[in-house]
């Protein structure tokens, strides 16, 4: 005898899949900010950046010392051999020198211009660390939401593929009873197939997404804390794209980093064009040795030599006049200015893709707004339209092709929800990274609207559209 169904929602069989996946489970599971930390602590990336501003740092104290004395010491040792033919006389001699040089720059305009460069490098490079930390607190978040958005990927894929299931077990008991005819159970049997598929790839794809929290993190993660459906959707504060573009070019990392390579190319410059200038060194010498390794030899004739040790002290100026240097200099000049109108046109690039995606950003924002509420209420429309069409399938105005478009139809508005829910999140995020506020206290305000334990088979689904599927499911005869 065929079994009767009465027409039930189909979102009734993501509840079905939920209540199949018993909640046992006690674990707390990791949190948006734990996972952060973890970031902070083991992200790869991150200790390169960190690394490379250490490195960078050091221009300043070596443009410096170009500025501060510098005080030398060295030793010789040597033997001499003296021979004179007429009288026939040879001489041997060894001595020792030792000698300390301090040498105080006075006039160095080259090295003080390469000193304010490389304080611009500092600022530069220390901006630029900063952005690498803000952009791994936007990073943590898209990694961690791209979970939860392929384990919900998943749950609705299920859901769709047990819905289609039991499509094709109507569309069998149909056909053996002579309500329909084979093709009904080839179509049902082709989007089971099809659905079973999306569901083996929609798997994997949740692999992937915890596979990348590993690189993130160096971690291993096997359940993360879900966001709920309760929380706020509003709009950007404040609702104005010039106040977000304006606090952009106030704020914005990587342009305030620009800013600074800027400022180094200019100072380099200067320090190019100061090598036509004239430098001025004071210099102070000592030196105490034997007096041949000085220079004071003694006389070729016979007779009473000198053989005690020498000191000399030297006090002085040391000036030099570059005159022509090859045309070293010039070429220098030349390409430091190239280099600043580089700098400058990729300082102007930046500062224009940073308009645009914060324009963009902001828009983004309030667009998702206005689709989270339309997605949520075309799942409701789809329910109702899947209803309407399975009565029809079952009063003959509608064919089973109709039925199982409508299911997809379903399926593909739940998708779309969470999506939608996801790049709200996101794109929150990414505006004010752009505008440069971005900051962990942001991944903090998301924690209090993430549910602990939570299961995504069930947790899914907006907790009103969840309650009506629970209800329908538990209504079928």
């Known amino acids: ?16 899949s939920a209540a199949c996946a018993a909640d046992t489970s006690t674990t707390v599971n990791n949190d948006l900010i734990s996972v952060y930390q973890e970031a902070v602590d083991n992200n790869a990336d991150l200790a390169v950046a960190r690394a490379d501003y250490s490195a960078r740092r050091e221009v300043v104290p070596q443009a410096r010392a170009g500025l501060l004395p510098n005080l030398s010491a060295g030793a010789e040792m040597m033997n001499t051999r003296t021979k004179l033919d007429e009288p026939s006389v040879t001489s041997n001699r060894s ?46 978040a898209e990694n961690y939401f791209a979970v939860l958005r392929a384990q919900d990927n998943l749950a609705s894929t299920k859901a769709e593929e047990s819905a289609f299931k039991h499509q094709l077990e109507q569309s069998n008991e149909r056909f053996e009873v002579g309500l329909s005819d084979k093709t009904d159970v080839l179509q049902s049997q082709a989007s089971y197939d099809t659905a079973r598929a999306n569901r083996i790839v929609a798997e994997r794809q949740v692999q992937d997404a915890f596979e990348a929290l590993v690189t993130l993190t160096n971690r291993q993660y096997t359940a993360i804390q879900g966001v709920v459906h309760t929380l706020p959707v509003q709009v950007p504060t404040p609702n104005d794209a010039k106040a977000w573009v304006e606090a952009a070019g106030r704020q914005n990392l990587n342009l305030l980093a620009s800013n600074h390579a800027v400022t180094a190319a200019e100072e380099t410059v200067r320090q190019r064009k ?39 002290t030297s006090v002085g100026l040391q000036l030099n006049i570059p005159i022509y240097s090859g045309g070293l200099t010039s070429s220098q000049v ?27 950003l902001h828009r983004a924002v309030n667009t998702d707004v206005e689709q989270i509420q339309a997605r949520k209420q075309s799942i409701v429309s789809n ?78 689904l907006p907790p009103d559209l969840a309650v009506e599927a629970k209800k329908n499911f538990g209504s079928r005869p």
Do not use: C
């Open 274 to 312: 100061a090598g036509h200038a004239p430098t001025l060194d004071a210099v102070v010498k000592y030196q105490k040795g034997d007096n041949d390794s000085l220079g004071f030899t003694n006389p070729a004739q016979t007779g009473a030599r000198y053989g005690g040790d020498v000191e000399q």
């Open 334 to 360: 030349r390409e430091a200015y190239s280099r600043l109108a580089q700098s400058e046109q990729q300082r102007e690039s930046l500062r224009r893709q940073v308009v645009e995606s914060t324009r963009n």
């Open 1 to 16: 005898m065929l079994r009767r169904h009465s027409v039930i929602v189909a979102v009734s069989y993501i509840f079905s």
């Open 383 to 460: 329910q109702s339209a899947l209803e309407a069409t399975e009565v029809g399938y079952q009063v003959g105005t509608r064919n089973i092709v109709d039925v199982l478009d409508a299911q997809r139809q379903l399926y593909a508005s739940v998708r779309d929800y969470n999506n939608s829910r996801y790049d709200y999140i996101l794109d929150n995020l990414r505006l004010k990274q752009a505008a440069g506020t971005l900051s962990p206290q942001d991944l903090r305000d998301l924690g209090r609207y993430l549910k602990v334990n939570y299961n995504p088979d069930k947790d899914f």
């Open 95 to 140: 001595g020792n020198a030792w000698s300390a040089t301090l040498a105080q720059p006075i006039f160095r305009a080259d090295r003080w211009f390469q000193l304010q460069a490389a304080e611009a490098v500092n600022e530069q490079a220390a901006l630029q660390l900063s952005a690498t930390e803000q952009g791994l607190i936007r990073q943590t």
